[in-house]
């Protein structure tokens, strides 16, 4: 079953279009990178399945919901990360976890805030304002943020973003785990290409709005010859390269 | 708990936690009510000693005007400072991406504005009865209607106030402290609406307000309740409240489609 469902998808600002015509789908289960340059659409896409945006045209299906008439009903069962939207600064990490809480009708919340602290290493911090945190705690965070509701699908948007290389592998190691204890599918938007090598089953390329190739790690490396998929990026993004039957 | 009333609790309690660990915001609320109360109290009371009674009684409107306005001034700045903490603290990419209804939003604006305005107001109240005497009950049971239609009156121009930061960013927010000053002159908060220019006077009287300190002014200086006045101002706060609600869900709309709800504040 496709927790995602995407089809014929067009944003477009006045004369700029921002994604043309895109569909694709992520199964239940999965992680999905979203791969491509500045400007690609990335983010314009996650917006528009998070309901922020509303398409110009086509149609998005999220766990079975349609996002044009029924978006609250997918909200609810989904969660979004990302650096660039912060908590409350001058609220405790348990005040803001709570807030989520509530927003997302969690039941025994505070026994679902003590089970993330435990497991994201949050509990010495649950008291301390989320202002006061290190860009590594505030990433944990948001994590514990994003799973309050123990989401079906995860959006993240860049999640080890300015995150030094330890916290970073952390977090992946987290990512990894999660998904294979409760199978819960990710969207991944990142521009660190080892990061998406190692979590993403299948990875879309973007370019000025477009899908311009996707498959598995494994299978774009083959088909570029590359040995990284840094590489695979930059011969997309320059158009340089071209890719071969694997 | 029902679901959409503990979404609303979840809003609210932010807020709640966040002047619970912020003094400063707590002092802010009820700073500008009691030296509005200090300041028209004492040139009210400067007023009776020289001209007697007929100043007192005057001087009795005047309070009774602040005391009134500031009803429905906190009403609207409990509403729009609210959302523009969720816009300051760049929040709002959150709360729009939960189930969090927009009307759910507004109804915990609501009620954010209810609790910042009785926290403001209340201590001017206490002080004008402490210094001058000034009893604000003694407008009798009519009180709870002169609130309720200047709290509603607050209510709509915040959603116009936020339906503009929707649209414009962050360059609408001054609006958020000094669009009903820009009302308070058509509102006949101190004087009688016969004093304005006829022309002027059309717009005062489709105000809410002028109809509430009208019935204000009968009640204190003719001891007469003006059930016309009221009847007018709730009738107007429904068709008012009604335009704010359309423009608020079509500007909320628009910025989705816009794309501003990513980089409203900016």
Known sequence: MDVIRVTNLVKRYGDVLAVDNIDFSVPSGATVGLLGGNGAGKTTTIAMLLGLLVPTSGAIEVLGHDMARDRFAALARMNFSSPYVSLPQRLSVAENLRVYGHLYNVPEIEARIARLAEELDLTALLDRPAGQLSAGQKTRVALAKALINKPELLLLDEPTASLDPDTGDWVRTWLERYRGETGCAILLASHNMAEVERLCDHVLMLKQGRIVDQGSPADLLARYRRDDLEDVFLDIARGRGQSVPA | ?266
Request: with cysteine; proline share 5%.
């Open chain 2, 1 to 266: 708990m029902n679901p959409s009333l503990r979404r609303i609790w979840g809003l609210m309690y932010r807020h709640l936690v966040l002047y619970r660990s912020s003094w400063p915001r707590l002092l802010e609320l009820a700073y500008w009510p009691v030296l509005q109360m200090c300041i028209w109290g004492f040139t009210a009371t400067f007023l009776a000693q020289r001209m007697g009674s007929v100043a007192a009684l005057t001087g009795a409107a005047l309070i009774g005007g602040v005391l009134l306005w500031e009803v429905t001034l906190r009403s609207q700045m409990g509403m729009s400072i609210s959302f523009l903490e969720e816009m300051w603290s760049r929040n709002l990419g959150h709360v729009f991406v939960s189930p969090l209804r927009p009307w759910e939003m507004i109804a915990a604006l609501i009620a954010m504005s209810v609790i910042r305005m009785t926290v403001g107001v209340v201590p001017a109240i206490v002080l004008a009865w402490v210094l001058y005497e000034h009893n604000l009950l003694a407008l009798g049971p009519q009180l709870v209607l002169f609130f309720a239609n200047l709290m509603i009156m607050g209510w709509w121009v915040a959603l116009g106030v936020v339906s503009l930061i929707l649209r414009h960013g962050a360059g609408a927010e001054p609006l958020a402290w000094g669009v009903l000053f820009g009302l308070a002159p058509f509102s006949a908060v101190f004087y009688p609406v016969s004093v304005l220019p006829v022309v002027v006077q059309y717009v005062s009287l489709a105000l809410p307000s002028t109809h509430v300190f009208e019935g204000m002014r009968a009640i204190l200086l003719d001891g007469t309740v003006r059930w016309d006045h009221l009847v007018m101002a709730l009738v107007l706060n429904a068709m008012w409240m009604g335009g704010a609600i359309w423009l608020f869900s079509r500007q909320f709309q628009q910025a989705r489609i816009r794309g501003a709800l990513l980089s409203i504040g900016e």
